[in-house]
């Protein structure tokens, strides 16, 4: 028996479009949030590089992956950092922002997701620093077609806290971008001041399985002095230089705007910070819901901050 394949409709009008309108094809915009490049370079393609060699931190490899734009280059680059433990990577928004001509780097910080060493708050922020200075080396920027002045830090959640405290201590970093940003200074202080609370928090670190790390001590072992390193309001002079963007979800639990990030935003706000954007979108903490909305507008917000002259 001989089996017909009839095409749907849709499928068919598309194809008289294509046939008989090819003008009107030409003249759809490219848009790398939800289209595949137009042309393939075959001298500078696409490539993933997964568990990249050289990406250390204090003697310690990193397990993580590059999504290389195609094209000559020189590209901006976005350090892309994950959340506590990093069960959402939101590589979604990687595979946009390459698509766009943007380089990718997604790392997992030292004592998670097969990183070597410990994992602790503070490290998580060396870990950003090192990684930038890999990728600075005049090696890596060739590998990679990468342009230096052109880097950008992205985090959610805890990693939102992250690239906002690297960025501080970072003055080549001009952009930043917290997707629902955590206080982590603001959790760890009040568990720290709490003996039942601290017992809580470390009792929900036992559960992160992808963690290397010792929950007994997880709070009360961090000293004083590394606590107020990770507060960012002791950055703000700092961060009022940096283009910022901060993103919320109206309907998230996990790091209540009002709580949490708004605290930071406005005190950026009386600092004059001076460029400074903060955007509510009507979804929860993962964006479960808006994610090509949220793609947007990182792409619309890097590309007006991040274009060469």
Not at 144 to 155: F, Q, S, V
Not at 220 to 249: H, R, V, W, Y
Request: hydrophobic share 40%.
């Amino acid at each position: 028996m001989r089996t017909r394949y009839y095409p749907s409709i849709a499928f068919a009008v598309s194809v008289m479009v294509m046939l008989f309108f090819p003008s009107y094809i030409e003249s759809q915009e490219y848009d790398p949030v939800c289209m595949d490049p137009p042309e393939y370079d075959k001298k500078f393609p696409p490539v993933i590089l997964e568990a990249p060699e050289g990406l250390m931190s204090n003697g310690k490899r990193l397990n993580g992956i590059i999504y290389l734009a195609q094209g000559k280059g020189p590209h901006p680059t976005a350090l892309l950092l994950h959340g506590l433990p990093g069960n959402e990577r939101n590589l979604d928004l990687a595979q946009v922002l390459r698509r766009a001509g943007w380089n990718v780097v997604f790392f997992h910080y030292r004592g998670s997701w097969g990183s070597e060493g410990r994992f602790s708050f503070t490290n998580c922020v060396e870990d950003v620093g090192n990684v930038l200075r890999i990728l600075r080396e005049a090696e890596m920027q060739k590998k990679l077609r990468l342009d230096a002045e052109r880097i950008a830090l992205i985090g959610h959640s805890m990693g939102g806290a992250a690239a906002i405290l690297a960025a501080a201590r970072d003055p080549q970093i001009s952009m930043v971008i917290s997707i629902a940003g955590a206080n982590v200074y603001s959790s760890v202080k009040q568990a720290s001041n709490n003996e039942g609370m601290a017992q809580q928090f470390e009792d929900e670190i036992k559960k992160l399985l992808p963690l290397q790390v010792d929950p007994a001590g997880f709070v009360s072992g961090i000293a004083e002095e590394e606590l107020e390193d990770i507060n960012p309001e002791k950055f703000l002079p700092q961060l009022s230089d940096k283009s910022l963007l901060f993103i919320s979800g109206s309907r998230d639990t996990d790091v209540p705007a009002k709580t949490q990030i708004e605290l930071l935003v406005n005190a950026l706000k009386e600092k004059n910070a001076k460029d400074l954007t903060y955007e509510i979108i009507e979804s929860d903490h993962a964006f479960s819901d808006r994610r090509i909305a949220l793609a947007r507008m990182i792409l619309s917000w890097l590309n007006e901050r991040s274009r060469s002259d």
